[in-house]
């Protein structure tokens, strides 16, 4: 199997982003991943890296992206959680 094969997910918040007229929602969630295995050869993710800090360049949506890694590093603090 490939990817996260082993994890937990933690439910954050709900959102919404206004595009023009268009609104989309959705769920974000947080994942401690306990083993992750190859990506399958056909994937629409190109690579998996690890980082300590929030990658602030290259990013797909730059005005969302750092918005919703606020919401996780308050879920985080709120539930006294500490990741590495």
């Keep these: 199997?490939?990817?996260?094969?082993?994890s937990e997910l933690f439910p954050v918040c709900l959102y919404s982003v206004a595009s023009g007229e268009k609104i989309s929602f959705g769920k974000l969630y947080f994942a401690v991943i306990k083993t992750i295995g190859q990506l399958p050869a056909e994937s629409e993710i190109k690579e998996v890296y690890f980082k300590s800090?929030?990658?602030?360049?290259?990013?797909?949506?730059?005005?969302?992206?750092p918005l919703l890694y606020k919401?996780?590093?308050?879920?985080?603090?709120?539930?006294?959680?500490?990741?590495?």
């Design 71 to 84: 919401k996780v590093t308050e879920y985080l603090e709120k539930r006294q959680l500490h990741i590495r």
């Design 53 to 65: 800090d929030f990658p602030e360049d290259n990013l797909t949506y730059p005005l969302i992206q």
């Design 1 to 6: 199997m490939g990817g996260a094969n082993d």
